[in-house]
């Protein structure tokens, strides 16, 4: 659901960009999320980083959703290190701009690794730092309420393993 969103907002941002800049990077784009919703992550892992080679053009709030798909795409792989060090790279990004729900979103992917690899203590953590930064937004809506929820299911989930 996560790295749906991060697709869904790295459409639009692009849509409002320069065309000829990134009409390239929008081909791109849409390769991936025609492998990644195939199946087909190695491919659709390749299109990501062919997107990153372009990581001077491209401006910090495509690569939050670039690197976060790829720390995605690494866990569904069961490369859980991987994952990690794209995840952390947005995390630096969104740190700095002081974005709270995107970081959250973040820190949802970041916990769900550290799930899988059964370091419940820290995805608890991560689990927990989601929820506050998602209260601490200044937006309401379906879509938010949506995310705290799965966020407290997925803190639940933990728990009980």
């Known amino acids: 659901m996560i790295q749906r969103f991060w697709l869904l907002i790295f459409f639009i941002l692009l849509a409002f960009s320069s065309k000829a800049q990134n009409e390239y990077i929008i081909k791109l784009f849409d390769k ?24 001077d053009s491209v401006p910090q709030v495509y690569a939050v959703a670039i690197y976060n798909n790829l720390g995605v795409v690494n866990t569904l792989l069961g490369r ?7 995840i952390n790279q ?21 916990a769900r690794v550290f799930g899988i690899a059964k370091e419940y203590d ?4 991560y689990l ?9 937004c200044r937006t309401s809506g379906l879509g938010l309420k949506n995310k705290i929820s799965s966020a407290f299911l997925n803190l639940g989930l933990t728990y009980y393993e």
């Open 32 to 55: 991936f999320s025609n492998f990644y919703s195939k199946g087909d992550l190695i491919n659709a892992e390749q299109v990501l980083l062919n997107v990153l080679e372009y990581s």
């Open 80 to 86: 859980y290190d991987r994952a990690l060090v794209y």
């Open 90 to 110: 947005a995390e630096q990004i969104l740190i700095l701009k002081n974005n709270s729900e995107e970081l959250a979103d973040v820190y949802v992917n970041k």
């Open 122 to 125: 820290k995805a608890i953590e």
């Open 128 to 136: 927990n730092q989601a929820i506050k930064f998602y209260h601490s």
